[in-house]
């Protein structure tokens, strides 16, 4: 805001004064707008000018922040409550992530200190990327996502990155505002160094969901979206035949008995706008779990391996 309205002040001089507004809303190229009103004002002698509060709100409405422009996502409106499952998962990060940040003074007072950093690990698909907006949009801060191929085409070599990531995150600890909240399918790559405690306190297992899980994924995901179900649907018993789905794959399969059901309506030239049983029977024959029995072993096996390598770095701390 201050960078455009500058501008626009600097177009009309400091020495004017009146409403800059009524005039801005003629100046639509910024390039050619110092030019434009300083032929306005030889041929009209209008007198001197001020800025008035109506013109900063001019401003606002013509400049985007930061974390709106293009290549930033926009805030989710994403709720904890909003997501199936995980129940043990969300009470956790209430605890160690959400209460202290939403209720920092009483924090504070009892001396608490809440983790800097938290790492979400497990296979893809599960909630990692959901659990980070939902946090951010219930502590009413910014998400300011970095990847990890955006941190790859930093120029300089792989040390040269590590060391200033590293230096970067130290630096958060001095800023209380700031918190770390990382999410990877591949814990086992990530240099040692940035999961030290300072750096990462938390780490959290986001594994595949179980059959209560499942379910309470499609309540959720149909109640958020406003997809009306037919009373034939049991959700219970399409979850203990979905062994081995994820959060997407869930998702995915109550979108595909939508499609199905549109289809058939579509056909029958129906009005009819319920998902029933027959369209997640046809569902279920098209989308299977998007991970093999080797990745689930493997993931398995990466957790337990994991928790034991942390469990022994924090008795040796």
Not at 100 to 110: A, L, T, V
Request: with cysteine.
């Amino acid at each position: 805001m201050l960078y455009s309205c500058n501008k626009v002040i600097f177009f009309l001089g400091y020495a004017y004064r009146g409403s800059v507004s009524n005039l801005s809303k003629n100046i639509n190229d910024y390039s050619s707008g110092k030019e434009f009103v300083n032929q306005y004002f030889r041929q009209v002698h209008q007198p001197k000018l001020q800025v008035l509060i109506d013109d900063f709100y001019t401003a606002f409405s013509r400049v985007t922040p930061t974390l709106k422009r293009e290549g930033f996502p926009r805030p989710s409106d994403t709720k904890l409550d909003d997501i199936g499952g995980l129940e043990e998962i969300k009470e956790e990060i209430i605890d160690e992530i959400l209460n202290p940040i939403k209720y920092k003074e009483d924090y504070d007072s009892f001396k608490i200190k809440s983790p800097v950093g938290v790492l979400m690990y497990g296979p893809p698909g599960c909630g990692k990327t959901l659990l980070a907006q939902a946090v951010a949009n219930e502590a009413g801060v910014n998400l300011c996502p970095v990847r990890g191929p955006e941190l790859l085409n930093m120029s300089g070599s792989r040390l040269t990155i590590v060391n200033t990531l590293l230096s970067e995150m130290d630096g958060f600890g001095e800023k209380k505002d700031i918190y770390i909240l990382a999410a990877t399918n591949y814990p086992e790559v990530i240099d040692p160094a940035i999961l030290r405690a300072g750096r990462i306190d938390l780490f959290l297992y986001i594994g595949l969901p179980d059959t209560k899980s499942i379910e309470a994924i499609m309540k959720a995901f149909i109640k958020k979206s406003g997809i009306q179900i037919g009373s034939d649907v049991d959700l219970k018993g399409i979850a203990e035949q979905c062994k081995n789905f994820n959060g997407a794959d869930c998702t995915r399969l109550v979108q595909l008995a939508c499609k199905a059901a549109v289809k058939e309506a579509r056909l029958n030239k129906s009005s009819d706008k319920n998902v029933y049983n027959r369209h997640f029977i046809i569902a279920k024959e098209k989308h299977k779990p998007s991970l093999s029995s080797k990745d689930r072993k493997r993931y398995l096996e990466m957790k337990i391996r994991m928790e034991g390598k942390w469990g022994e770095e924090s008795s040796s701390s």
